[in-house]
Structures are given as C-alpha cells and as structure tokens.
C-alpha cells in the first residue's frame, strides 16, 4: 500500500479527481486530494488559469506543501496536468518520495531525482501542452539524472483523457491509464 498525494489541474478539484482517488483507494492506497484553490473548479481550461492567477502559483505550492506535511515521507506525489508539475516542484523538498506519478503533464527538475526514482508518465499523443522538442528533452534530462522512467502515450485523445467531463475523454486510454498507474503503484 502507498501513500499518495494526489494534486488537481488547472481546472481545480473536480468530480474526476476525487473518482481518481477512489480508484487508488480502492486498489488499497491511502489518498490525499487537496483543494490547491479553496474555490469551486472551474468549467473550462481558460477559467482555471483565471483561477490559477487569482490564487497564485506560490499559494498553489504551498497548499500542496501544506497537504504533504500530513503524509509520511515515502509518499507517491502524483499530479494531473498542472498538477504533475507541482508533484514535480514538491519533490526538491521530499527527497524520499517513493515515486513520482505524472498524468497529463510532465514534472520534476532533473536536478531533484535521485538515481532509481521511479518515475510513469501518461500523455495523450500529440498533447497541446507537451511539445515533442520539450518532452524529448525532458526525458533525456530525467534519465540521465537517474530516473527509472517509463513514459506511456495514447494516440488520439485529448489532453486530459482521463476526466469523462471533458470533450478530451477517451475511455479506452483512461482505462488503460488507470491499469498501468495501479500496477506500477502495486510495489511502491
């Protein structure tokens, strides 16, 4: 059983997050989803960023740092989107993290992975926000700083695949996704 922090996108904390965490939990992990806003999520992607500014990146991580101090220190950070990146940014601080779980989105500062991190990614194929030249590099950086990494992509879906609400939705890669991040959790 793992510990895991589960952190929203830019639209907030949604009904699909928390199904998210469910669907940990019911794979026998303990699951924290903290609201990083304080505010209802938002309907579209352009209203979360509005939200994201009204809050603030520093007040994001920091009610994510806020979250995490309740977690033992092999806790899984894992992040949505936006999310994955604020995953990425805790890790600096939670040296001992027992993996790192990046859905939709990439994170982690090569600079803040210690050799034989265990690293899965989950993109959709093209993705908007993950240009090929950058999520290249990002994988060259992440392995040469000793990431045990394994990176899936899913052709055809949109960005955030995974949250039925959304015209992004693909039940198949969402499936898929969701069986690959409970196996690869299994031996954390």
């Not at 059983?1 to 904390?13: C, N, P």
């Not at 894992?78 to 940014?89: C, F, N, P, W």
């Not at 939709?104 to 030249?133: I, K, N």
């Amino acid at each position: 059983m793992a510990h895991i922090l589960l952190l929203h996108s830019v639209y907030g904390l949604r009904p699909a997050v928390l199904a998210a965490a469910d669907r940990l939990r019911a794979g026998g992990h303990e699951v924290a989803t903290p609201d990083l806003y304080g505010l209802p999520a938002a309907d579209t992607v352009a209203e979360g960023f509005a939200l994201l500014d009204k809050v603030g990146r520093e007040t994001v991580l920091d009610r994510a740092r806020a979250a995490a101090c309740d977690l033992p220190a092999e806790a899984v950070l894992a992040g949505l989107s936006m999310g994955a990146g604020v995953a990425g940014a805790l890790l600096a601080e939670r040296p001992r993290a027992a993996a790192l779980l990046l859905l939709h989105g990439t994170g982690g500062a090569p600079e803040s992975v210690r050799p034989g991190l265990p690293v899965q990614l989950h993109l959709a194929d093209p993705d908007e926000y993950e240009p090929p030249d950058e999520l290249a590099e990002w994988r060259r950086a992440m392995t040469a700083a000793g990431a045990e990494l394994s990176a899936y992509r899913y052709p055809g879906p949109g960005h955030l695949y995974t949250d039925p609400a959304l015209p992004d939705h693909d039940a198949l890669a969402a499936a898929l996704t969701w069986d690959r991040a409970l196996a690869f959790l299994a031996d954390r």
